[in-house]
């Protein structure tokens, strides 16, 4: 399974833009489709909502993609 950083800027980062940030999703658009679709997960349990607040400590996945979110500043420490 391919691991993406995403050191968090603030205190949470809402779900679809996560995925856009990242590079998981093209755009908003398709982000939201997919969370809708039941393909991503947090912290291992299927995430339905599109806006879920994600902070730092929390781990998001896509198929075999995964994102671990950690506070700005920590990023390569893990």
Sequence with gaps: MHEIELPLRGEHIPL?????A???APSGGTAK???AAGEVQVDGQVELRKTCKIR????VTLGDQAV????DGEAGEG
């Design 16 to 20: 679809d833009a996560l995925l856009k």
């Design 22 to 24: 990242t590079g998981l």
């Design 33 to 35: 489709q997919l969370i």
């Design 56 to 59: 730092a400590g929390q781990r």
């Design 68 to 71: 671990r979110v950690v506070a």
